[in-house]
């Protein structure tokens, strides 16, 4: 138990929310830890932050960190219009919003892209493992192509890549990072927290129960081979967490063991990589992509443009669901001089 306090008077353990329900070993789990430390790292005030979800077991992660913290779980790729109406109510607050890959990029898409339009100052956490893992373990959208999955087949499509939507939507912060980085990850949302905008991190976060292979020791073609008795289909198997044992530098990549014997390469960004280069961010990600290297780091920022609030000239020290009437109401000299335009 944490007792060391930081400069807002709380211990670590007043950042964390509810026991996980998620399975043993979910990435996801990691995710929360690493907002824990980074809020707590920051010396954020709980109550200053309003956290976000959808539909999925990523919109499940809010319960997990921040229970001091009001919340809002939405419909299924809702989210973000719930959370710009929270925002544009109260610009003193800041927001976090957990979200997965199938939450955003399948029915979620529309919502995900006018989100990125807004500049909402939003950190927009996708945890990501190509998979509708909550309901047995469909393709979601950023599955790869001809991926095999238990009961699903192959996958036909093309994968939507998060960053690369985000970069086409002008977003001003675009971060990837996997979720066994723990020190990276917990960077990148200490930086998104800072960021006057929407913040995008794309966090690969593998699904141990669904996202397997044919040959893994979790599906039916190898428990048969192996004359091993099966689990029942609702069983999860207790897995580690998968975390990167050994120092991950800039600049260097790293094959990484997934739980059902696949694997992923990893790159860093170099430590010269510019991220204020918006051009040279698509050439990289599209050069990891036929690599089939999965690009790490803070992968573009634009800090020049305006956030939503700036847009509408909102106030900042003063939160609009907070003015009384006489605040917002027009004189009646301005009422009467609209009201003559209308002749």
Known sequence: ???RVNEVGLNKNDYRGKPSTLCAGCGHN???NQIISAC???DVVPENIVKFSGIGCSSKSPTYFLERSFGFNSLHGRMPSIATGALFGDVTVKGIAVSGDGDTTNIGMGQFKHVLRRNLPLVYIVENNGVYGLTKGQFSATAER???LKGQGINPYMAIDIVFEALASNATFVARSFAGDSKQVKELIKAALSHDGLAILDIISPCVTFNNHYDSRHSYSWGKEHEE???DFTYVPIEDEIILQEEFPQGSTMQVELHDGSSMVLKKLDRDYDPTDRWQAMQVVEEANRE???????IYVDTGRPSLPDLFNLPRDRALNRMKEEDLRPP???IH???QMMF
């Open 1 to 3: 138990m944490s007792t």
């Open 30 to 32: 990691s995710i929360s």
């Open 40 to 42: 707590y790292e920051l």
């Open 146 to 148: 001809g991926l095999q």
């Open 229 to 231: 008795p099966l689990h």
């Open 292 to 298: 089939e290297v999965l690009l790490t780091g803070l």
């Open 332 to 334: 009646e000299a301005t």
């Open 337 to 339: 001089e609209v009201n």
